[in-house]
């Protein structure tokens, strides 16, 4: 069986600070790996994921996360974080099976103060 | 390309009531997800369907709930009868087999308030 677990409920933290929300995850089996992004009242975006090759990916808006399979984290971390990325994101685990079939983990708040 | 849709966005209901959710997969997909989300609980897969077949509700919490794919263009999820304890916000997601990327597709949710 797979599980996520996501350390902190919620993280404030003022603009243009860094941020790191934490992940770590349990698998009996090889997994991929993925955190998701929830903006009030919409469904959950794909933010970025680990399949195979580099274990340092990268999103489009300047997130990156890091699958270290010795300590089975996938730390989500922004150098500097904007107002609008104020949202809550899941990690999440899936061993490719079912057709992806995707764990979640509880959420962890981010919080961006001006 | 239109994303999955759901129906109801919102629904109030009170006790013992039938509650019907509705979703439209994108066009192609052919894995569909419902998942429920809660505070206590967070986001708990209820059943999976694969070519409009179930092939895993060992999530689905109790009797009360159904879930059918009567084609691969939607879905319902029905809950006979509702319970306060069913309030949650209700998420349907698609994928495409051979798209290897694992990415779900998520609808903007069905929000259920059980009286």
């Known amino acids: 069986a797979q599980s996520v677990t996501q350390l902190d409920s919620q993280v404030p933290v003022f603009e243009e600070a860094p941020v790191e929300l934490r992940c770590n995850y349990s698998?009996?089996?090889?997994?991929?790996l993925f955190w998701y992004v929830q903006y009030p009242n919409q469904g959950l975006q794909l933010l970025l994921k680990y399949l195979s090759g580099s274990t340092l990916v990268e999103s489009i808006n300047g997130f990156e996360a890091e699958f270290n399979k010795s300590q089975t984290s996938f730390h989500l971390r922004k150098p500097s974080v904007h107002i609008s990325d104020t949202a809550e994101y899941f990690c999440?685990?899936?061993?490719?099976?079912?057709?992806?079939?995707?764990?979640f983990g509880a959420g962890t708040r981010l919080f961006v103060k001006a | 390309d239109a994303g999955v849709i759901q129906s109801p966005r919102h629904e109030v209901t009170e006790m013992g009531q039938e509650v019907t959710l509705r979703c439209k997969p994108i066009?192609?997909?052919?894995?569909l997800f419902w998942y429920r989300q809660t505070m206590m609980r967070g986001l708990e897969l209820l059943i999976y369907f694969n070519n409009n077949v179930p092939i895993d509700d060992s999530g689905m919490p109790e009797d009360r709930f159904s879930a059918k794919m009567p084609n691969a263009s939607f879905s319902t999820l029905k809950i006979q009868p509702s319970e306060p304890r069913d309030s949650a916000v209700y998420f349907c997601?698609?994928?495409?087999?051979?798209?290897?990327?694992?990415?779900?597709?998520f609808g903007e949710g069905s929000r259920l308030t059980v009286l």
């Open positions: 999440a685990v899936s061993d490719g099976t079912g057709g992806f079939k995707t764990i």
């Open positions: 698998s009996s089996v090889s997994v991929y």
């Open positions: 066009s192609g997909h052919d894995y």
């Open positions: 997601a698609s994928r495409r087999t051979g798209l290897n990327t694992g990415e779900l597709f």
